[in-house]
């Protein structure tokens, strides 16, 4: 999975959109990540460039992404020396993964200087670079030192200079000469390995599929026969011509589970059942859908490492204690032979002095009859060995009532920890993150820094729209789990949860009106999708009336019992569920 070159050149036609736009708003979401807002005729654009190794990009975005309260340094500066400048020109050489823009600015002395920002999408190699107008690098948001890269070095006053550039032949040009001669050179190759490493910009996914289609199995260049070069060749320069004439086709590839693995600009079939197809309208919005929730979620986890470590200790800590409980529980299952064996000494006074060890008896309580052997102290008196026997019985009576009620609350707590690290999976904002923090400062699972900073405003639930028309709320964490069950809905309205599966409150706002089956099973498959069994294939979902749900006194956020449920059987899908939120 990476963003191509030729990629690139469908996004920078798209770009153009931007021509003359004049800066408007920088913001820095994330370390390696930028986004530029610029006004336009037309109207307003967010345009975003990551550098992440993963998930390295650009594209115009409709995401809405938080913008930090304190700016990085890389950011300041963005605005200080791009501030009101004017968008003047978009430049790729061939189907190089680099898109150039250049500003028209102002500098402190007045004067106008054309400075550029270089976005490489390179991988691991993906950078960030302003250059001024006398091509020396002002500064990037990764800096490459020496001790890191002799050959490319990228730090403020070093002139700057694009990566190496390797010779490839153009898909839009291709000869079919020149490419049987440059396919030669790679004869030990695979045929996929050798199309990328011959034709500029084209990705892996690309190649397996030219493969499929041309010659089925992959095979050595030198296995190929002159039909298959002939087929290839062929349907490679029927793609070019595609492309010249702006035909594609762009396509997202998922697991049946809707996990989004893959995109292309034409269309990928060789994965048959295996993958799922979907497509786009352009090549922004597809790197917009497909990268958003990747984005997100590493966001996420970069701001709340803090608190996946701590929620990953506790998960381990009350999971060990709730095992040794229950071996020592186990070990108190035999606390009734204990009174036994006080029982059959009392029977026995007579026959047994002090100073004996043992006494071996009827053994009354044996279902096959028989005798048994009794450990004594014989420092004790035999009156004194049964007391012994009978306070070992009633201690043991005691622990199981004690054990099975701590066993009880280590499940419950678990169930919560669980519950909170699920919210924080799918956590949405830096503000839901606080919500979280601010929880489990309130369970005692956290120290307060500092006094208590002022948080934003929570977010509201989710809010989605049912194909019937109605509105389905999603709590974000369990303090607005029990606010939207306990406090914010009507007795009347529907609450669903996934059967013994954390996951998020889920309401069916009615009115009053009873709703039809398909909008509960729509509710349903959005309380899966909003759970942690998002990629399972058959999720059970409880539903019952908001009059059915209680909350226990002393239950923890987000813990209820309820009572009249029925349950349904469901798959979460991912695309319906982004299809009918409200944002």
């Known amino acids: 999975m990476a963003l191509d070159g030729i990629f690139m050149s469908l996004v920078k ?8 736009g004049r800066v408007d708003k920088i913001y820095q979401p994330s370390r390696e990540e930028l986004v530029i807002g610029l006004r336009t005729r037309e109207g307003s654009y967010r345009l975003l460039i990551n550098s992440a190794a993963g998930t390295a990009r650009v594209h115009l975005t409709a995401q809405s992404i938080e913008n930090p309260k304190t700016p990085p340094m890389f950011c300041m500066l963005m605005r200080k020396r791009l501030g009101s400048g004017r968008l003047i020109g978009i430049r790729q050489e061939g189907f190089e993964r680099i898109l150039c823009f250049d500003f028209d600015t102002v500098n402190e002395l007045g004067d106008h200087e054309t400075l550029t920002l270089a976005a490489e999408i390179m991988g691991r190699r993906s950078n960030l670079i302003l250059i001024g107008g006398d091509g020396k690098i002002i500064d990037s948001i990764k800096r490459v030192t020496p001790d890191m890269s002799a050959v490319r070095p990228v730090l403020p006053g070093i002139a700057y200079t694009t990566p190496p550039r390797s010779p490839k032949l153009s898909l839009t040009a291709l000869d079919g000469e020149q490419f049987e001669k440059a396919l030669g050179v790679f004869s030990a190759k695979r045929v996929s390995n050798a199309l990328v490493q011959v034709l500029e910009g084209i990705s892996p996914v690309f190649a397996d599929e030219a493969v499929s289609v041309c010659v089925g199995n992959d095979k050595a260049v030198s296995e190929l026969s002159h039909g298959e070069l002939v087929r290839l060749t062929e349907w490679l320069q029927g793609q070019g011509s595609r492309l010249s004439d702006g035909r594609t086709d762009f396509t997202i590839l998922s697991t049946p589970e809707g996990m989004l693995k893959d995109f292309c600009f034409t269309r990928i079939e060789h994965f048959g059942s295996l993958m799922k197809l979907s497509h786009a309208e352009s090549a922004c919005e597809l790197l917009d859908v497909f990268y958003s929730e990747k984005s997100r979620s590493e966001r996420i986890r970069q701001k709340a490492q803090d608190l996946f470590r701590l929620l990953g200790s506790l998960s381990e800590r009350v999971a060990r204690r709730t095992a040794n409980q229950r071996q020592e529980l186990a070990e108190c299952a035999d606390r009734d032979k204990l009174k036994n064996m006080g029982d059959l000494i009392m029977t026995n006074l007579y026959a047994i002095s002090k100073g004996q060890t043992s006494v071996t008896c009827a053994d009354y309580y044996s279902e096959n009859g028989g005798e048994i052997t009794i450990p004594l102290d014989p420092r004790l ?43 924080l999976e799918r956590c949405e904002s830096d503000s839901d993150i606080d919500q979280l923090r601010e929880e489990l400062i309130e369970q005692g699972y956290l120290r307060r820094r500092g006094g208590r900073a002022k948080a934003d405003r929570p977010l509201p639930p989710m ?27 009507q007795k009347h309205d529907i609450w669903l949860h996934t059967h013994d599966i954390t996951g998020s409150h889920t309401v069916i706002v009615t009115g009053g009106v009873t709703p039809p089956d398909s909008t509960i099973l729509q509710a349903a498959r959005i309380a899966a999708y909003c759970s942690n069994a998002r990629q399972s294939s058959q999720v059970p979902v409880d539903y019952t009336l ?21 349950t349904v059987y469901v798959k979460p899908d991912a695309a319906e569920a982004e299809r009918i939120r409200v944002k």
């Not at 036609?13 to 003359?20: P, S």
């Not at 008196?381 to 199981?400: F, G, I, L, M, V």
């Not at 809010?463 to 809905?489: A, E």
């Open 13 to 20: 036609e798209e770009l153009e959109v931007l021509q003359n």
């Open 546 to 566: 908001i009059r059915h749900v209680k909350k226990p006194n002393g239950a923890k956020p987000g813990m209820v019992i309820f009572t009249d449920q029925r």
């Open 381 to 423: 008196t035999p009156s004194q060995n049964a007391q012994r026997y009978y306070k070992e019985y009633r201690k043991a009576d005691t622990a199981e009532k004690k054990l099975k009620e701590l066993i009880q609350k280590g499940e419950e707590e678990l169930r919560y920890i669980e519950s909170v690290a699920d919210s």
């Open 463 to 489: 809010k989605y729209l049912s194909d019937d028309g109605f509105t389905i709320l999603v709590g974000r964490h369990n303090r607005q789990n029990d606010k939207l069950t306990l406090k914010d809905s």
